[in-house]
């Protein structure tokens, strides 16, 4: 980055795990990327005055404040970066771009396809007064995902027949873990489906560049009450002896059709014991197959059906070469990535694509539709698993 890179003060909004990678994202990305523009971490922004202070000493935020509304109004902020449940993304993203500032929010987009729409509706009138918003489907900017995707737009393996798409975590399996905010419905939205589904439904229609277009589903709640949460750490917390309802499903399974006519199983659950962060992407097709396992993320299984048959079988590539997407920014050949680079890469991405004034991707548009399958999963589920039009 030179010296006179114009710069782009962020304010986030959020403090919770997804804002300690975000802070990790916007300190890195201009230390290893040469940027056009200069990210500052200006503000971070918290409902409690004490713990937000915490976290900006801890992260390396300049200032703090209380209030979102009020750092709307200042001048000297250009990015908002939206960490916070999805209860509350629509209104400070429509809120953030109708004040001209380029938005950041986390996956899903929203709660409902109505607050997406809106808020898809807002990003489409910014971006033409150059004001660009983008949401953090970070696991496409895993390396070997971006370069499973690579491979697969240029025909390694032939007409893609079918998908297979899970993510796997057990961080609930404890029945006395406590009831954080994503598992309630009012300020999540939904439970596995939106959670880490929506990752698999993203990194799926990114990697084979087709959308779903039908879905059948069933959702499942497996374990219906937690004790309430006492104070909350990581994805869990303290438990009080209190008691409240699971109000979101625990496991999501469903099967959709591509635009392109071929089939993709998908299944997102916080219930798979002894899988701990597996975001799992295999595509089958008539030349290949490509297979991709976020637990092991610095590699791609891949399969070239035109070898000879002598040679066959699913190839390891380790994904750490200069050529390989982003990796030339960081260490000499083979040395490893690690969860926290995506979001170095997802800040990069978003900077460049503010400094050039091009529309970032995963665009609020996308991000709509991925919330649209999720909805017609839902749909799907409350009548009895029908095929249901996304
Ligand atoms: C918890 O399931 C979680 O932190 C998700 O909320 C994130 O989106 C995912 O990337 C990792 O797991």
Known sequence: MTETAPRLRVAMVGYGFMGAAHSQGWRVAPRFFDLPAAPEMAVLVGRDATRVAEAAQKWGWAETSTDWREVLTRDDIDVIDIVTPGD???????????????????KPLANTVAEAK???DAATAAAER????????T??????????????AAGRIGEIRQVRAAYLQDWLIDPESPLTWRLKKDLAGSGSLGDIGAHAIDLAQYITGQKLTTVSGILETIVSERPLLE???????????????????????????????????????????????????????????????????NSLQYYDATAPSTEQGFTTILVTEPEHPYISAWWPAGHMLGYEHGF???????????????????SFADGLQVQEVLDAVETSSENGSAWTTV
């Open 88 to 106: 509350s993304h629509a209104e400070i993203a429509i809120a953030a771009l109708e004040a001209g500032k380029h938005v950041l929010c986390e």
């Open 118 to 120: 809106a808020m898809a």
């Open 130 to 137: 150059g004001v660009y918003a983008m949401v953090g489907f």
């Open 139 to 152: 696991y496409r900017r895993v390396p070997a995902a971006t370069f499973a995707r690579d491979l697969v």
């Open 231 to 297: 104070s909350s750490q990581g994805l869990s917390g303290t438990a009080s002896t209190e008691r409240g309802a699971v109000t979101v499903d625990d496991l999501a399974l469903f099967t959709g059709r591509f635009e392109g006519g071929f089939l993709g199983s998908f299944e997102a659950t916080r219930f798979s014991t002894g899988r701990k962060n597996a975001l799992r992407i295999e595509i089958s097709g008539s030349a290949g197959a490509i297979s991709f396992d976020l637990e092991n993320l």
């Open 344 to 362: 170095s890469h997802q800040a990069k991405d978003f900077v460049e694509a503010i400094a050039s004034g091009t529309q970032p991707r995963p």
